[in-house]
């Protein structure tokens, strides 16, 4: 439980927050005019500025707050594969895919990346179904707000439930009108502060250093030598190489492929920016993943997972050690109190991006198509995304309030599950959109629909029917047993199911044009 010293620096430093918060977001709203504006911004943003708003909006308060404590309880098995497999991957799959997504984005100007799907394969239909499938993102959404009420709830000392409520009125309040101009300000100033609390988040587990690496390593062994393991057979997500290795580059390639991530290059308006763009969302983002590894500091200083003789559910892991960690002395609090500050300010960054692009998709690639173009003028979009948003937030409080009461481990597995199905399906059409220059619709939207199937068929209906009916898929079956399963191998198998039956019939389509060709 926090001090009254704690409690006190934390409120001041919650009500500075929102104060520069919304001094930024009424900064970028009076310049947005238009649901273009909204999304795209109409502000000439630096290459460096975009950069850091990346890395702010792609890391979030899942790799602050959530998964370091997966880490705590699964150990080296967990960071490898959240620390340093996905993060490589997503990195070099943002790389390859930034420049060519944004000189097709440029070009149609898409909002959205339903839109820009659609505006592709030149289908409507198409555009309005990714626009139905990213309503999966709002798991994502529920996530942070989840692991932002524990961490404010812990700072506090007030109930979680309160705080839940009053993070999503605020945010989706000033959402309704700042936009992505006044995210990339917001974002910036985020991602900054979040780069100085991961440093002081992997310096805090410094004497735990004292005798090297290896006595590191043996304090875990005393506690657990599955903290060690790798893989660790015990654990429900990292039981082996194929779980810990093959399953995260797969989900780190297709990660990149989320509204809010891939469609950021476009808020860039000169190509030569894009370098320096890349190079510091690269820098940034690996520094940020790697606070994962705190997860491992928090065992340490919880060896049996209780705090004060109370369980530590595996979300509120971090909050309490960054609680128990910063208690001593006055500056040791003025230093918690800012590392509340970047773990608030790691969940706010990707929050706004994701109240944004959902919004926008609901506006431009549902309710617009439904209702008719010509009926609605850019005063009207505006009018109606913000409706979109109160939509959004009441759903947001529904699910949290059922996430903080009865998480099933953590509401990072509820999370997953959604947004792991949603770029699972939009992987192929955005790489064959890319890369495959002649590739028409029937290919990338016939690998969507396998993505989706195949993706909910491992995660539900694969598991029931092995815990019922005894069916057995050989060494695939110890993926679909238990209580917990990892959203991690229902997408990797969904991509590369999708991946095989898009590639084949794009094949079959070329021979068939071929032969109309030599006729």
Avoid: C
């Avoid at 057979?233 to 509204?259: D, T």
């Avoid at 990072?412 to 955005?430: E, H, K, L, M, T």
């Avoid at 068929?457 to 695939?476: D, E």
Wanted: proline share 3%.
């Amino acid at each position: 439980m926090a001090s009254s010293a704690q409690i006190t620096g934390a409120w001041i430093l919650v009500i500075l927050y929102m104060t520069g918060i919304l001094i930024l977001v009424f900064r970028g709203a009076a310049k947005t005019k238009s649901i273009s504006d909204y999304a795209l911004g109409n502000i000439l943003f630096s290459p460096v500025a975009v950069g850091l708003s990346l890395a702010a909006s792609m890391t979030s308060a899942a790799t602050f707050v959530i998964n370091p404590g997966f880490i705590a309880n699964y150990g080296i098995s967990g960071f490898l594969s959240y620390g340093v497999f996905l993060p490589l991957a997503a990195v070099m799959s943002l790389i390859v895919l930034t420049k060519n997504f944004r000189k097709y984005g440029q070009t149609v100007r898409a909002l959205t990346l339903a839109q820009w799907i659609g505006d592709r394969y030149n289908n409507k239909g198409y555009a309005f179904f990714m626009g139905l499938l990213a309503l999966l993102l709002i798991t994502f959404i529920v996530l942070i707000v989840v692991a932002l009420s524990k961490v404010i709830s812990s700072a506090l000392n007030v109930n979680e439930i309160y705080v839940m409520v009053f993070i999503v009125l605020f945010v989706f309040g000033y959402m309704m009108f700042g936009g992505a101009n006044s995210m990339v300000y917001t974002n910036t100033i985020q991602a900054i502060i979040m780069l100085v609390v991961a440093v002081i988040l992997l310096t805090s587990g410094y004497k735990h250093f004292s005798d090297g690496f290896n006595g590191f390593f043996q304090k875990l062994l005393d506690i657990d030598p599955a903290l060690v393991n790798v893989p660790n057979p015990g654990s429900p997500l990292f039981r082996n190489l194929y779980e810990i290795i093959f399953a995260q580059i797969v989900v780190g390639i297709a990660i990149v492929v989320q509204p809010h991530i891939i469609t950021k290059s476009l808020l860039l308006k000169k190509e030569s920016d894009v370098n320096r763009f890349l190079a510091t969302a690269v820098i940034a983002e690996m520094i940020f993943f790697f606070v994962v590894f705190a997860g491992l500091y928090a065992r340490l200083t919880f060896p049996d997972l209780t705090a004060d003789g109370v369980p530590l559910p595996v979300d509120g892991i971090i909050p309490a050690y960054v609680v128990k960690i910063f208690a001593g002395g006055s500056l040791s609090v003025v230093i918690g109190i800012f590392v509340v500050l970047g773990l608030i300010s790691a969940g706010m960054s990707t929050l706004e991006g994701l109240v944004q692009s959902v919004s926008t998709t609901i506006t431009s690639d549902i309710i617009k198509p439904i209702v008719g173009k010509d009926r609605l003028n850019d005063r009207s979009l505006v009018i109606i995304n913000k409706a979109a948003i109160v939509l959004l937030a009441v759903i947001t409080i529904f699910l949290s309030y059922r996430q903080l009461i009865s998480p099933k481990l953590s509401v990072g597995i509820f999370a997953q599950n959604g947004v792991y199905a949603y770029f699972s399906a939009a992987f192929i059409p955005v790489i064959f959109g890319i890369f495959v220059k002649d590739a028409k619709i029937q290919a990338p939207l016939i690998a969507s629909i396998t993505a989706i199937m195949v993706h909910f068929s491992v995660y539900y209906i694969l598991p029931a029917g092995v815990n019922a009916y005894g069916w057995h898929f050989g060494a695939f079956t110890q993926f679909l047993e238990g209580s917990v399963r990892n959203p991690a191998i229902a997408s990797s198998s969904a991509i590369v199911a999708s991946s095989i039956v898009g590639i084949l019939v794009y094949l079959v389509q070329r021979s068939k044009k071929d032969k109309v060709q030599s006729l």
